[in-house]
């Protein structure tokens, strides 16, 4: 099941999603063609439960079709989508990409969403109001983005209160994290296939960089924290429904992603600063994803108080939350 779905991702991605494609989405393009392509693959409502039409499969499953979405910069919520389209009791008549709001919704003079993910690209939004979560139509929103060059984030602002589904009460945000560290993880993947590459091709003093020592080191800890990052991503979507396996998922792709963006550019020097470049798509991707819904330190915050409120050891704790976690279906 894994090798079909990475399989298809590579190929929806690769026909739909160049890095033509995402600099226009970011530029301010209209992003209906992609979103297309991707419902019409099926990764939408993949999570969605066999009765209801879709494919019934676990979020563990899916951790191949998030690495490939990140390694690919997909400028959508496709991993929130997913996860969102899960609960509904009618997915069908919530069509469109659904982005995650990070922070809690403020209702003094109608409905105001700050810096929401992806808030520019998407039709719907989750968010907690009033301390309910519920799922928001952006169509009569006023979108304003709120953050970097290129980045998808925006505030969204209602006049009134506009009409919510409510949602079943889960953490949202953690679900936000989850799905934000495995699209790091994947873009982190392919940095370092690219960097590799690289490294090999550019000729400097009469041989390939990547011959010499220092530039092997980096290159080194570059795959040592690329495949941390994905074992972390991994069991967190192995335990989608734990807040501690996210904790660790969010955390540790966040701490690998301070050191393999910074080692990617080292090594491609100025070029991998021009905009032509698609260096600079994944990289900023990861910067923007370390901070969203909560950074490194937010979560590794949150799994020490959860640690400290058991009598177990560290290793202990650990283990006991990995005990249940569901491994992705093989062939």
Partial sequence: MSNMLEDSAKQVFAAHCGGDVVRAIEAGGDASALWLAISEAG??????????????????????V??????????????QTMMVRAVLSEPDTVAG??????????TT??????????????????????????????????????????????DLQWSELPAAT??????????????????????????????????GDRIQFGKPIGKQQAIQQQLSVMAEQCYAARMA????????????????????????????????????????????????????????GRAAYGGETYWAAELGRSVLATDKAPLAFVQDMSAGKRLPEAL
């Fill in 43 to 64: 990764f939408a409502d993949a999570l969605i439960p066999e009765a209801q039409g879709g494919t019934g499969l676990h979020p563990s499953d899916l951790g191949v």
């Fill in 66 to 79: 998030l690495l490939q979405a990140g390694a690919a910069a997909v400028p959508l919520p496709l991993g």
């Fill in 97 to 106: 990409p659904i982005a995650i709001a990070a922070g809690a919704a403020q």
């Fill in 109 to 154: 003079a109608g409905l105001t969403l700050r810096n929401v993910p992806y808030g520019r690209v998407a039709d719907w939004v989750v968010a907690q109001v009033s301390g309910a979560w519920c799922l928001l139509p952006c169509a009569d929103a006023t979108v304003t983005p709120s953050a970097v060059h290129g980045s998808l984030a925006a």
């Fill in 166 to 199: 409510a949602l079943p009460d889960r953490d949202w945000r953690a679900v936000g994290a989850l799905v934000t560290a495995a699209t790091m993880a994947g873009a982190m993947q392919h940095l370092l296939a690219q960097t590799v590459a690289y490294a």
């Fill in 233 to 288: 991503a991994q069991l967190g979507l192995s335990l989608p429904d734990s807040r501690d396996a996210t904790a660790v998922a969010k955390s540790r792709v966040g701490e690998a992603a301070a050191q393999v963006g910074p080692i990617a550019h080292a090594v491609h020097g100025a070029i991998g600063i021009t905009e032509e470049y698609d260096l600079q798509l994944l990289t900023r991707h990861l910067i923007e």
